[in-house]
């Protein structure tokens, strides 16, 4: 079994910063690709940023230049810095991890609980 524990949501003012964390536990061999999606209200899920095991990183275009995606692979933990945040930010963020549980097993892709980020005035 794999939890993933986020933290750092909030309420900021639009043009702020806030920093998002997700902590991967349990029963882990490797974990490939992390990432942070994200979900507005009566919108689909998307994805925000991901990196992999090696560092590679993808940012959605929409926060290419705010958004920084980092790892601690010692402590299966990624890393969301956000700044300049705009109200349009504004969303339930998940992490995603895919798991390798043991050597010989498939990859399985795990999920956060969610944490609500809110840029308002």
């Known amino acids: 079994q794999v939890q993933l524990v986020e933290s750092g949501g909030g309420l900021v003012l639009p043009g702020g910063s806030l920093g998002l964390s997700c902590a991967a536990s349990g029963t882990i061999f490797s974990i490939n690709r992390m990432g942070w999606y994200r979900q507005a209200l009566g919108m689909e899920r998307e994805l925000v940023a991901s990196?992999?095991?090696?560092?590679?990183?993808t940012y959605a275009d929409f926060v290419k230049g705010r958004f920084t995606i980092s790892r601690d692979g010692a402590r299966n933990t990624v890393y969301l810095r956000m700044n300049s945040l705009k109200p349009e930010d504004t969303a339930v963020y998940y992490c995603?991890?895919?798991?390798?549980?043991?050597?010989?097993?498939?990859?399985?892709?795990?999920w956060g609980q969610g944490t609500q980020v809110t840029v308002s005035s």
């Open positions: 995603s991890a895919a798991v390798r549980v043991y050597s010989d097993y498939a990859e399985t892709n795990y």
């Open positions: 990196i992999t095991s090696g560092g590679r990183t």
